[in-house]
């Protein structure tokens, strides 16, 4: 299985409901918190090209936010990525 890392912060519901879509699927992620950690929110900033969270990286690849890992599940594509 993938690794899989998600910059979340703790009140954003969007980063709630990725990380519940992945718990459901029984994935174990590696979560990083920005809240109060400017220095992290901008590490993830320039990895992501993004300042917004949830961030997501399923193995080497960037996949975005909670929309577009939601967009991956309803094509069909999520579980292939999880599993390479």
């Known amino acids: ?3 899989v ?19 459901s699927k029984g994935v174990a992620f590696e ?9 992290v929110r901008a590490a993830m900033a320039q ?5 917004s969270v949830p961030q997501i990286w ?5 996949v ?3 929309d577009d890992l939601y967009a991956l599940e309803r094509a ?3 579980d292939a990525l999880l599993q390479a």
């Open 58 to 62: 399923i193995g080497e690849r960037h």
């Open 76 to 78: 069909g594509k999520l």
């Open 5 to 23: 890392v998600v910059y979340s912060s703790d009140w954003c519901p969007y980063c709630m409901r990725a990380k519940a879509l992945l718990e």
């Open 31 to 39: 979560e990083i918190r920005v809240d109060g950690q400017p220095q």
């Open 47 to 51: 990895k992501a090209g993004r300042t």
């Open 64 to 66: 975005g936010g909670c």
């Open 1 to 3: 299985m993938s690794h």
